[in-house]
């Protein structure tokens, strides 16, 4: 490749991401051994192929690139629409992606969000979500707000449970960061495409790819891995036995990153995924931001004044199953029964007359929440 008078480093490490099959690992090898980006497009074949893990096919496609007006291209890109980036090497850099080793060596952003904010939350699901999956994810992220956490909300923009997450977030004032599996010259799904620009004013649309890099399927799953490093944690809502969801999950895990999954019904297609990870131990049983609270050790803030709610007098079963809707926010209506170990008659009946009392609400997936 020929040498480049303008040798910034964005241009070096955007032609370094348009040299096929390099992967991040070996850049940060390769980077490593010469000293800069720069430095590896200058370096002669004889020092390249000695440095671990670079063969002689990787080696060739270096010495043989030619990304020059590519790279010239992508830099008009970026200061035509005032994108972002952020470089691996920048101090800058989100610590908590820094510490994933796969973690992209550049990614450009728009918007404005605080990458070191000190709770960021992943949420993530099917793209089929039903109205159970809908009621966890908005009661999920209210009562983040609603209890002095104020998380920045992670996901992905994808139709179902990513759109909703990202909704919700705005919806209560939260920032949102969307990850994209495709350039910042478009929006996938094209659905989406108003609600993109106010994520860019809450928030940031970000990616790894370059311009006119198209939403291919790998791409998703490949940018799962910054979805699940960006956060704390990651919170699965629902899923089907396969999906990227559970995807995001097993990378958050990877990072050792606490995963949390919402129960399902057993007999349900999107419940399966949650219950398989629960049940594999891959995520921890959330069934209301107190089980978050717990396991993450974030405690409510004092400041944040919280509506007291005093009940009727109350049958002794029937105070029963109220407290335990107070605690826990929302419950399905098996749980509650193995919690009280009443029977389900029985507590239908109970459920009926706190219904009809208005202290209580059915939901859709027999879920029941205080009014």
């Given at each position: 490749m020929q040498a480049k008078t303008n040798n910034n480093e964005l241009f070096w490490l955007i032609s370094l991401n348009l040299i096929d099959g390099i992967g991040v690992k070996n850049a940060k090898n390769l980077i490593s051994y010469t000293g800069s980006v720069e430095a590896i497009f200058k370096e002669n074949k004889k020092s390249l192929i000695k440095i671990p893990g670079i063969g002689e096919r990787t080696v060739s496609k270096i010495l043989n690139a030619d990304v020059s007006k590519r790279a010239e291209k992508e830099l008009k890109f970026i200061d035509k629409y005032k994108i972002k980036t952020k470089s691996y090497f920048d101090k800058t850099y989100p610590f908590r992606l820094k510490q994933c080793e796969d973690a992209p060596l550049l990614f450009f952003y728009k918007g404005d969000v605080d990458f070191e904010h000190k709770k960021i939350v992943t949420i993530v699901g099917t793209r089929?979500?039903?109205?159970?999956?809908?009621?966890?994810?908005?009661?999920?992220?209210?009562?983040?707000?609603?209890?002095?956490?104020?998380?920045?909300?992670?996901?992905?923009?994808?139709?179902?449970?990513?759109?909703?997450?990202?909704?919700?977030?705005?919806?209560?004032?939260?920032?949102?960061?969307?990850?994209?599996?495709?350039?910042?010259?478009?929006?996938?799904?094209?659905?989406?495409?108003?609600?993109?620009?106010?994520?860019?004013?809450?928030?940031?649309?970000?990616?790894?790819?370059?311009?006119?890099?198209?939403?291919?399927?790998?791409?998703?799953?490949?940018?799962?891995?910054?979805v699940a490093g960006l956060s704390d944690c990651t919170i699965v809502v629902e899923s089907g036995e396969k999906g990227g969801s559970l995807i995001t999950g097993d990378i958050a895990n990877s990072y050792n990153r606490d995963v949390f999954a919402f129960p399902g019904e057993i007999n349900k297609p999107y419940s399966k995924g949650c219950n398989k990870l629960i049940k594999t131990n891959k995520a921890a049983l959330i069934e209301s931001v107190l089980d978050l609270e717990y396991i993450m050790g974030w405690e409510m803030n004092k400041n944040i004044q919280t509506k007291l709610i005093i009940p009727p007098k109350l049958k002794p079963e029937e105070e029963l199953v109220y407290n335990i809707i107070k605690i826990k926010k929302s419950i399905n209506i098996d749980i509650l029964c193995h919690e009280?170990?009443?029977?389900?008659?029985?507590?239908?009946?109970?459920?009926?007359?706190?219904?009809?009392?208005?202290?209580?609400?059915?939901?859709?997936?027999?879920?029941?929440?205080?009014?």
């Open positions: 089929n979500n039903t109205d159970y999956g809908k009621e966890n994810c908005k009661q999920i992220i209210k009562d983040l707000k609603d209890r002095g956490h104020a998380p920045i909300i992670v996901s992905g923009l994808a139709y179902g449970t990513d759109i909703c997450a990202h909704k919700e977030a705005v919806k209560n004032n939260l920032q949102t960061i969307a990850v994209l599996g495709h350039g910042l010259d478009r929006i996938y799904p094209a659905a989406h495409s108003n609600f993109a620009k106010e994520i860019v004013k809450n928030g940031a649309l970000l990616t790894e790819f370059l311009s006119e890099t198209i939403p291919d399927r790998q791409n998703f799953v490949k940018r799962n891995r910054i009280t170990k009443i029977s389900s008659s029985e507590i239908s009946i109970i459920l009926l007359n706190l219904e009809l009392q208005n202290i209580i609400k059915s939901y859709p997936g027999n879920m029941y929440k205080l009014i």
